[in-house]
T-cell receptor
Framework: NAGVTQTPKFRILKIGQSMTLQCAQD?????MYWYRQDPGMGLKLIYY???????DKGEVPNGYNVSRSTTEDFPLRLELAAPSQTSVYFC??????????????FGSGTRLTVV | QKEVEQNSGPLSVPEGAIASLNCTYS??????FFWYRQYSGKSPELIMS????GDKEDGRFTAQLNKASQYVSLLIRDSQPSDSATYLC??????????FGTGTSLTVIP
């Protein structure tokens, strides 16, 4: 049971480039989330999804897009990368709304640097 | 006012001592409370959950919840160097909104 799998683990982008961060879970969870974590700033929600075909913005969605075509996959797209998007990105999933009762399962993270 | 507040630390305790980590939250309607441990460069991992007032024990960890005071704490007994990490408090509000604190850095000194 792999849980939540994120790829790539590390990436360096040039300003203005685009990329997709991949996230897949094999727990049949309906709820999936993308967070970014900056040093000393905690986890900030970028986008979330409550099921296939349904996505919504979180606290810091600007510069990002998501899609959810299947229950398993929740990719995060960065368009026109900017230095402010340098961060560690975590994908998470839960079997209950908002992680109620059981919390979240996190992927191992993607460390992105924009230069 | 932040949804979830934690003292960022760093908190240093000697090996074998009790480490006490604290968290306050703003919404009285909050329903679920979690503690995550995050080692440097790694993802958060769930270590404790608590839903009712009082104490919940799991091995060397005890979570304490006081809804009247809007206060959650985590006690780590017999602290070990391997407990050195950042501890994140998380709260689920009414409406299933999930909020993380910014974390408390703990160092256990051998």
């Amino acid at each position: 049971n792999a849980g939540v799998t994120q790829t790539p683990k590390f990436r360096i982008l040039k300003i203005g480039q685009s990329m997709t961060l991949q996230c897949a879970q094999d727990m049949n969870h309906n709820y999936m989330y993308w967070y970014r974590q900056d040093p000393g700033m905690g986890l900030k929600l970028i986008y979330y999804s409550v099921g296939a075909g349904i996505t919504d913005k979180g606290e810091v969605p600007n510069g990002y897009n998501v899609s959810r075509s299947t229950t398993e996959d929740f990719p995060l797209r960065l368009e026109l990368a900017a230095p402010s998007q340098t961060s560690v990105y975590f994908c998470a999933s839960s079997g209950t709304p908002g992680g109620f009762n059981y919390g979240y399962t996190f992927g191992s993270g993607t460390r992105l640097t924009v230069v | 006012q932040k949804e979830v507040e934690q003292n960022s630390g760093p908190l240093s305790v000697p090996e074998g001592a009790i480490a006490s980590l604290n968290c306050t939250y703003s919404d009285r309607g909050s329903q679920s409370f979690f503690w995550y441990r995050q080692y440097s460069g790694k993802s958060p991992e769930l270590i404790m959950s608590i839903y009712s007032n009082g104490d919940k024990e799991d091995g060397r960890f005890t979570a304490q919840l006081n809804k009247a005071s809007q206060y959650v704490s985590l006690l780590i007994r017999d602290s070990q160097p391997s407990d050195s990490a950042t501890y994140l408090c998380a709260v689920v509000r009414a409406g299933n909104q999930f909020y993380f604190g910014t974390g408390t850095s703990l160092t256990v000194i051998p």
